[in-house]
């Protein structure tokens, strides 16, 4: 049986996760991690990269003999790597976890996966769009609708791009400041209109070789900032998997009605899509409706999927590429998975970064995936927003949490803050 080298492109907590699990894989011959961070090291070689820099990228390839590349976050993805890639005569032969640009534009374009929903019956929230050119028309559709108002932002805008407005007012200034002062550069040149929808929140991952495809564990993660899911958004703050209420009736719904449609209307629109789908969704009265695509998987979701998914990611891998996912069966860990994330003070507003951390090696009963984390001077420094992720295994989520919650305990450093209440909805 071959060996592969792989490169897995990113540096948070997401990459670490995967770092994690591809490593452990007896398919893993060499594992590289671009650019990594404190923790990915303890997995396989950091290498200094931009995830957006092709030409860099293409060179790390060619010199450590890659045999998959895979993307972790969305910024590669979009920009194109798939097509790079298979259009370069060096490269073509590397296998890529991670659909075409086109495909990446159901997380690249809010408004391009609003439409394709539209078109092949995939239940959303009701939508509009608009840009300069019909402001005024988009401020007379805000005055007429009911509260509260969604707006997001059409392209990439690192989880930011939305806004809940919970007035007619709010709506106009976000609006306004989306399109008249750009507030988010180009990603905010079109912005998408959204009813609200209430329910609950959680994330689905397919993971599709374009035909067919297999459905890794669900999570729920938590993104605001405070407890009881207060203040403004986050990267997020934590996770659990799996969600109590995707069982059964509900899961079959999220099957017919939003994963199937939405692998055969890939296929149907000849979009070239060999990945992760992640289909963010909310459960309205026991429907599922999907609040939005992305052509990845999730961070922190990730971070409680991996360690209960039980088959080799390699093999997840290899399979996709020969477009034999179908011979798969994924087995789930019995097990509940909880994950903390400590995050700097200030996140997600400004935060110092540099800030020397320490015991890391007193947890013992839990999983560390790095997020913002750094090397100075041989001692592990916090270098992000979000800086470090616990993860642990419980007989369910709360006995999970609470192991995560005590290893939180033992890690120092200046500014250290983490939400005491994930997975609140699910208390015993």
């Not at 609006?175 to 209109?193: L, N, P, R, S």
């Not at 939003?258 to 969704?281: D, H, M, R």
Request: net charge negative; charged share 20%.
């Amino acid at each position: 049986m071959s060996a592969y080298n792989i490169l897995l492109l990113g540096s948070g907590g997401r990459e670490s996760a995967l770092a994690w699990k591809l490593s452990q894989s007896k398919l893993c011959k060499e594992l590289f991690i671009g650019p990594g961070n404190a923790g990915t090291s303890q997995y396989g070689s950091n290498i200094n990269l931009s995830v957006t820099d092709f030409e860099a990228i293409k060179q790390v390839c060619i010199d450590y003999h890659i045999d998959i590349l895979f993307p972790g976050g969305e910024d590669s993805l979009v920009a194109g790597i798939w097509d790079y890639f298979k259009n370069d005569a060096e490269l073509k032969h590397i296998i890529i976890a991670g659909p075409s640009k086109e495909g990446a534009q159901l997380e690249g374009s809010k408004a391009f996966s609003k439409k394709f929903m539209q078109r092949h019956n995939i239940p959303t929230a009701g939508y509009a769009e608009f840009t300069e050119t019909n402001f005024d028309e988009g401020i007379s559709y805000l005055k007429q609708h009911s509260l509260p108002i969604v707006l997001k932002a059409d392209g990439l805008a690192a989880g930011k791009g939305v806004v809940i407005a919970q007035s007619v007012e709010e709506a106009i200034e976000a609006f306004t400041m989306m399109i008249k002062e750009a507030q988010f550069g180009d990603a905010g040149k079109t912005v998408v209109v959204e009813q609200f929808l209430a329910g609950v929140e959680l994330s689905v991952f397919a993971f599709t070789d374009g035909t067919s495809y297999v459905l890794l564990p669900e999570a729920k993660d938590y993104k605001r900032i405070g407890e009881g899911d207060t203040g403004p958004n986050t990267g997020g703050m934590g996770a659990i998997s799996p969600v109590p209420f995707a069982a059964g009736n509900f899961m079959q719904k999220v099957i017919d009605r939003i994963v199937n449609p939405t692998v055969n209307g890939l296929k149907a629109e000849s979009i070239i899509y060999q990945g992760f789908i992640f289909f963010g969704l909310i459960n309205v009265s026991g429907d599922p409706y999907v609040i939005e695509y992305n052509c990845r998987m999730g961070d922190p979701e990730t971070e409680a999927v991996m360690p209960r998914l039980e088959n080799d990611l390699v093999e997840l891998i290899l399979k996709m590429q020969q477009g034999k996912l179908d011979e798969v069966t994924v087995k789930h860990d019995s097990r509940a998975a909880g994950t903390v994330m400590l995050v700097s003070e200030g996140y997600p507003g400004t935060y110092p970064k540099g800030k020397a951390m320490s015991g890391l090696d007193k947890v013992e009963d839990s999983i560390l995936f790095h997020a913002g984390t750094t090397n100075k001077d041989s001692h592990i420094v916090t270098n992000g927003g979000r800086v470090i992720a616990i993860t642990s295994y419980g007989s369910n989520i709360q006995d999970a949490l609470n192991k995560s919650f005590e290893s939180a305990k033992h890690i120092e450093y200046e500014g250290k803050y983490y939400r005491r209440d994930i997975g609140f909805e699910f208390k015993n």
